[in-house]
């Protein structure tokens, strides 16, 4: 029988479990490493006069910003609308096809935003492939335009809904099922024992991959501008792109970094300062919640979500790559380029894990300020442009180590710099359900800090490692911009080829890549899908800490 | 078996790390690259030039390393760069580029010999850069539906009732926009800014690039759309033949924007005699040949003909500003175009 207690860790008791002063300096240099990007934008914003600052404290600036906070909110929400559900249905329900649903509804996470844009646009946009389909059948002679708000919300919301919809699945399946047992035993129906019992469970992955959300939207140029929706990236963006006056955009960076640590604190605060860990596991199988007359509505959400954010940027990929095939494209580029992404996504995956594990041990078991900042000091990078990373490593790597620049290292660091939180989350939260009694317990048996890591800890973190590897793999696949600046001349993957071809106009050459991208990235996903479905799902017993 | 795990995820991701660093043709680094080779910094697409640098190496025995980009992030790249660039020649897709390349003195100054050649609208003034082809504004239209003489001598003409439902054009791209940026220097920004209220009150379709503005004249959707003038062809030699054919702007119309794709030597290059022949090369007889017959550009260099049918650029005046000087007038450009609800 579990015992379900939930209260604020005491002050007191100020962990030091795993907090050996190694690990704070390693700490330390990972912290030191993902904040390369802002002290570049420090020291590009000191060189600011009096012009400078005129051309962004305007109303325009503060309207811009405006403008993304409320695309974040708004695609932050109706990522949480969509992920939540879907990771429910998927997790505990006898929903048809659950296996299948499982990885197909994970799957818009492959997709590029731009490619995601460019598909909305090619199908549903004025030359929209659909339209004609849909005038038919409805009668409907014009659709609304969906360039501006309705469309960066839409393409938005449906490729990074999955962050939400795997961080969640994954809570849910460790969740205990003896609770909801305890909840009935205690009156509650299951609506209210989901609401009063599990969904304050699964508060800290929903705020994870909301915040994912949130920040990945701040970030965005490639959906926004395609979709025609003012964004404050457009403002850095110009200043880089147009004007050619990084002084501007960089003050406009550390605006947006600003922005983003509001968000943070925010979400911080939200978080609560409760914790939940389990001690014990066992095998008991949770139990399957029939659907009963939900079945079709849930059937018909399940579909409509994956054919908007799945079959139909799909669809617009495959009819350009089977009107490329006529013309006989050279396929060799496509596989090498496919090595390459491989190769450098996997590099970057696993730097990352190794990055994650310092910062996720010390924010996990330590309180006070060291704790606080090691559990966001990752996000930094994340929140920014990936121009704007790859342009301070551009300058860093030049200047200071022209040895690492334009080689394959320096792509895979700034793959670290700009995933890291997506690594750090899952083992975070994988560490907080564990607990720090186990380490206790082992320490007490007279074993060291290290054999204590190695036989108690890293295996029951390894789930929350491999989650976050697989996240950064899939979004390093996709990344473009500082591949794109960083890589060795002459190197390829397959996101610089799908560049390659839709810069030229020639959509037919991008179809190919974009598609063998979208099957590379299903592997890792089917895995991650399956390794989640047949974990274990441990007994937890909440104590106070 | 969760070690064993882990353990061969790193086993795959090293090996195909090691794969991965096979792959590139060249290593990075000065040392490894041989004493004739030259690095190109290029904001042109490989489609297009990869073509013309392979016949390059051939002609000359001269090897290229060529880093491919977007124009724009190549010069923010150089820039951040500074004295420690690789690169030797930067080409770029557009005159802006190159200024702001230029006005940081990171370009070296071109012999004479090169400078010359090149007609002066499409040069810096101070010799820092030369044009090597040029792309010219027109209203590309539906030959089904309209002739030549129906459409307006000047872009302007385009805001009468007339056209309401019949154009259509891409805002967001970087050529619309500088012919914007155009516009305001020619014209002021108020006259700007009526005819773009013109436009919208014609209630235009936007369309994401110039490829599907003119595939969606080509498939009947409008009848006219504001392109770079060889976009028709590169459509068509994807999608076959397409009922769409260029209008020019001429006498200094705002509409009649000329831009120029050029090149420059950076004053760090290693390897400026390398870098100089190249410069050579593309406005030379190879290279104006090459983008005149396969980017259907226009020839700089007197005495180079466009292969197709184009009006000459006497006829056209280009307005007369400063191409690389463009860059000033971009912000205010993109605030109209948010202001009429065009962005």
């Known amino acids: ?545 | 078996m969760r070690l064993r795990l882990i353990t061969a995820v790193l086993g795959i991701a090293l090996l195909a790390t090691a794969c991965g660093d096979d792959a590139p043709a060249a290593p990075p680094g000065s040392e490894a690259e041989g004493e004739g080779t030259v690095t190109v910094y290029s904001g042109r697409d490989e489609e297009f030039v990869g073509a013309l640098f392979d016949q390059f190496e051939a002609d000359t025995g001269i090897a290229l390393d060529v880093r491919y980009g977007d124009s724009a992030e190549l010069a923010a790249t150089i820039l951040e760069e500074g004295d420690s660039s690789p690169a030797d020649v930067f080409l770029s897709q557009d005159a802006g580029s190159l200024g702001a390349i230029g006005a940081e003195g990171l370009f070296t100054e071109l012999p004479s010999d090169i400078i010359d050649r090149v007609d002066e609208r499409f040069r810096s003034e101070d010799g820092l850069w030369v044009g090597t082809s040029g792309r010219g504004r027109v209203a590309a239209y539906n030959t089904d539906k309209l002739s030549d003489e129906d459409l307006p001598d000047s872009i302007l003409g385009f805001t009468d009732p007339e056209w309401k439902g019949r154009i259509g054009f891409p805002p967001t791209n970087s050529s619309f926009q500088a012919f914007v940026a155009a516009m305001i220097e020619l014209e002021g920004e108020d006259a700007t800014r009526t005819f773009l209220e013109g436009l919208v009150a014609n209630e235009p379709e936007l369309y994401e690039d110039n490829g599907s503005t003119v595939r969606a004249i080509a498939a009947g959707d409008v009848e006219v759309g504001f392109v770079n003038h060889y976009y028709i062809y590169e459509v068509a030699a994807e999608d076959g033949e397409i009922p769409v054919a260029n209008h020019f702007f001429t006498a200094g119309d705002p509409g009649a924007l000329v831009n120029s794709a050029g090149a420059g030597i950076l004053a760090t290059s290693a390897n400026p005699e390398g870098a100089q022949t190249l410069i050579e090369y593309l406005t030379g007889e190879e290279g104006q040949t090459y983008f005149s017959t396969e980017t259907w550009e226009y020839p700089v260099v007197a005495g180079y003909e466009p292969s197709v049918d184009l009006v000459p650029l006497d006829e056209i005046e280009s307005p007369d500003i400063d191409l690389s000087d463009l860059a000033g007038t971009i912000e205010p450009a993109l605030d109209l175009l948010a202001e009429v609800g065009l962005l």
């Open chain 1, 1 to 545: 029988m579990a015992i379900a207690v939930r209260s604020a860790p005491r002050r007191a008791e100020a962990g030091r479990g795993g907090s050996a002063p190694g690990l704070l300096i390693m700490g330390a240099v990972i912290g030191a490493i993902v904040l390369l990007p802002v002290a570049y934008l420090v020291v590009r914003a000191s060189e600011a006069d009096s012009d400078s600052w005129n051309l962004i404290l305007r109303m325009r600036t503060v309207w811009l910003a405006l403008r993304s906070l409320g695309l974040a909110a708004a695609v932050t929400l109706a990522a949480i609308a969509i992920g939540v559900p879907a990771a429910w249905l998927t997790a505990r329900t006898d929903l048809p096809g659950r296996r299948i649903w499982t990885l197909l509804l994970a799957l818009p996470l492959v997709i590029p935003s731009y490619v995601g844009a460019f598909a909305l646009l090619a199908a549903l946009g004025p030359r929209g492939l659909l339209r004609g389909p849909i005038a038919r059948v409805t009668g409907w002679e014009t659709l609304p335009d969906i360039g501006g708000f309705p469309g960066a919300f839409i393409a938005l919301t449906l490729f990074t809904y999955p962050y939400v919809y795997l961080l969640v699945g994954a809570a849910i399946r460790g969740l205990d099922p003896g609770l909801e047992d305890a909840a009935r035993g205690l009156g509650m129906n299951r609506w209210r024992g989901f609401f009063r019992l599990t969904l304050p469970l699964l508060r800290p992955s929903i705020a994870t991959g909301g915040l994912l959300v949130a920040l990945y939207t701040l970030h965005d140029f490639g959906a926004v501008s395609m979709m025609r929706f003012q964004a404050f990236t457009q403002a850095i963006y110009l200043q880089y792109k147009g004007a050619f006056d990084r002084t501007p955009a960089a003050i406009l960076s550390l605006l947006l970094i600003a922005v983003a640590a509001l968000i943070l604190i925010a979400e911080r605060r939200a978080r609560g300062r409760a914790r939940y860990s389990s001690v014990r596991s066992s095998a008991r199988p949770p139990q399957q919640i029939p659907l009963g007359r939900w079945r079709t509505p849930a059937l018909i959400f399940c579909s409509v979500v994956v054919l908007f954010a799945f079959v139909m940027p799909m669809a617009v990929i495959v009819w350009w790559f089977v009107r490329g095939l006529a013309s006989g494209d050279e396929a060799r580029l496509t596989w090498v380029a496919a090595g390459g992404s491989v190769g450098v996504a996997a590099a970057g995956a696993v730097m990352a894990t190794f990055a994650a594990l310092p910062l996720a041990l010390i924010a996990a078991r330590r309180r006070g300020w060291v704790g606080a900042l090691a559990d966001r000091v990752s996000w930094f990078g994340y929140a920014l442009p990936g121009l704007v990373v790859a342009l301070s490593f551009v300058f860093f790597a030049a200047n200071f180590t022209p040895a690492l620049y334009q080689t394959l290292p320096l792509v895979v660091l700034a793959y670290v710099v700009l995933f890291l939180p997506q690594s750090v989350e899952p083992m975070r939260t994988a560490l907080l359900q564990v607990g720090p009694r186990l380490e206790e317990v082992g320490r007490s048996l007279g074993r060291s800090r290290g054999q204590v890591f190695r036989s108690v800890v890293a295996p029951l973190i390894s789930r929350g490692a491999l989650a976050g590897a697989a996240l950064v793999f899939l979004t390093a696949m996709k990344e473009l911009p500082a591949t794109l600046l960083l890589r060795p001349t002459g190197f390829e993957t397959l996101a610089t080829r799908v560049w390659t071809g839709a810069t030229a106009g020639l959509y037919s050459k991008a179809a190919g890549p974009a598609l063998l991208l979208v099957v590379i990235c299903a592997v890792p996903l089917y895995f991650l899908a399956r390794k989640i479905e047949v974990a274990q799902v441990p007994e937890m017993e909440m104590h106070p800490e």
